[in-house]
């Protein structure tokens, strides 16, 4: 787990906070971001990457975190009211609230009930036209959250008012509202893109209520978004909001140094103390809400041996990792959720390194010549993991030595999904990065608690 970082030019961002000053340029600000989205639909996704391309800049939810926070804040519902028994949540929504317009759309009327009964709907009514519009997609944040569950039907009232009925209690469900999936969509747009028969335009081309609006995306290049003059919350002080997309830290660097851009993510571990010495950049750093491991698909063989899973993970040396790929700012993963958290539990012992102990443990499990291995990770630097690429190649070379044949393959991030619900990989770098500071969060994604 590592603690992710943000990098900024602070000369650049003392002109932009401070005046409008140096000509149209210091309207622009430019953030090198470290990969490409998957899409522009936070409710088809599940990544991070995706979710800064997309629900950060360009939709609104019906609750909202206060910025730093986890504390839910309103949003596009102005207030809200909660049944004694839990089951009903009443939402009066904003009222003034504007779409996004493009080349292909106007909206001809304010945000309304219609919107979140779209949204909200598209994603647990399988029977809804644009439920499976997407082929090798699914709602899967939606689901790994248990909204299925949760949710039993969203109830229109009037244009200004909503009602959420709930199948059973659900404490947190105000701050689930605030999660990226439950982004609210234009019912409008997609009726006009059904009725001019390109419904599939809604998620590739983004109409939202953000304070940024989609100008054009160059895949695997820069994201280009303007400001959003009539955004309920104010218009943006920037203009024009450029995402460059630099998946190399050391590249990120080098254009923030050259003034190229203003912002970056995740720095490469190596170069923080240089950064720290740099009087032109600021770090702003905060504890990771956020946890990585090695997952095991326990219904492919070998991995549904509970003896060969503790042998791989003994085999491991994980101190060398933190050292050589976190640079020392990171912890083993020993529980199923962040040292952030409460609940989280210290007195767990973790396995320790062990080869010896680890070609025994195969053995007892009937392969006394090792196993075959296939692991997949994300060439893309993450929140909870710096390199990828690197992590993989320390654990293939930590179970080579243990004489087990394996296989590190990179995987895009757009086609994770479409990998996933296919039943690969076997062994596969899973991620979790939390919005909400609670348990629950991260057991139901991960585990569906």
């Not at 961002?13 to 936070?42: D, I, M, Q, R, W």
């Not at 080098?254 to 851009?261: G, M, S, V, Y």
């Not at 939390?434 to 994604?445: D, E, M, W, Y």
Request: charged fraction near 25%; proline fraction near 7%.
């Amino acid at each position: 787990m590592m603690k992710r970082k943000l990098i900024a030019k602070a000369a650049l961002l003392a002109v932009l906070c401070a005046t409008a000053g140096y000509a149209a340029a210091a309207k622009t600000l430019v953030f090198c971001s470290e990969g490409s989205p998957e899409g522009f639909n936070p409710q088809l996704f599940t990544t991070g990457t995706t979710f800064d391309a997309s629900s950060v800049p360009m939709y609104n939810r019906l609750v909202e975190f206060e910025l730093g926070t986890t504390k839910p804040i309103p949003g596009l519902a102005e207030s809200w009211t909660v049944s004694d028994d839990g089951l009903t949540y009443t939402f009066k929504l904003r009222k003034g609230v504007k779409f996004h317009s493009s080349a292909k759309f106007k909206s001809t009327r304010d945000f309304n009930a219609d919107d979140v009964l779209f949204s909200f709907n598209r994603m647990g009514d399988a029977s809804h036209p644009f439920h499976k519009l997407a082929a090798g997609q699914s709602f899967g944040y939606y689901l790994d959250m248990g909204m299925d569950k949760i949710i039993d039907k969203v109830e229109k009232v009037d244009d200004n008012t909503v009602v959420f009925k709930l199948k059973h209690p659900e404490a947190p469900f105000i701050a689930d509202l605030g999660m990226d999936f439950a982004s609210i969509l234009s019912a409008e747009y997609a009726d006009n893109m059904k009725k001019a028969g390109t419904p599939e335009v809604i998620d590739r081309e983004p109409i939202g209520t953000g304070p940024f609006q989609f100008v054009s995306y160059q895949k695997d290049a820069v994201i280009r978004y303007k400001a959003n003059d009539a955004f309920w919350g104010g218009r943006p002080k920037l203009d024009n909001l450029i995402y460059a997309i630099t998946p190399d830290a050391s590249v990120r660097y080098a254009k923030l140094k050259a003034n190229e851009c203003q912002v970056m993510a995740y720095p490469k571990p190596a170069d923080i103390e240089l950064m720290k010495a740099d009087p032109a950049v600021t770090m702003m750093t905060k504890p990771g809400l956020n946890i990585g491991y090695i997952s095991f698909n326990v219904e492919k063989k070998p991995f549904d041996n509970k003896l060969v899973r503790q042998a791989l993970n003994m085999a491991v040396d994980k101190q060398t990792i933190l050292k050589t790929v976190y640079q020392g700012a990171g912890v083993p993963a020993k529980n199923p959720i962040p040292p952030t958290l409460w609940g989280y539990n210290d007195k767990i012992k973790d396995y320790t390194y062990d080869p010896v102990k680890a070609k025994e443990l195969l053995a007892k499990a009937g392969y006394p010549n090792g196993v075959e291995v296939e692991m997949w990770y994300l060439p893309v630097t993450r929140p909870y993991n710096p390199d990828g690429k690197r992590m993989a190649e320390l654990i293939q070379a930590d179970w080579g030595e243990d004489r087990r044949q394996d296989q590190a393959h990179h995987l895009r991030m757009d086609r994770v999904p479409e990998a996933q619900q296919a039943g690969r990989p076997a062994l596969d770098d899973v991620r979790l990065v939390g919005r909400q500071r609670r348990p629950g969060q991260f057991l139901r994604a991960a585990v569906g608690l």
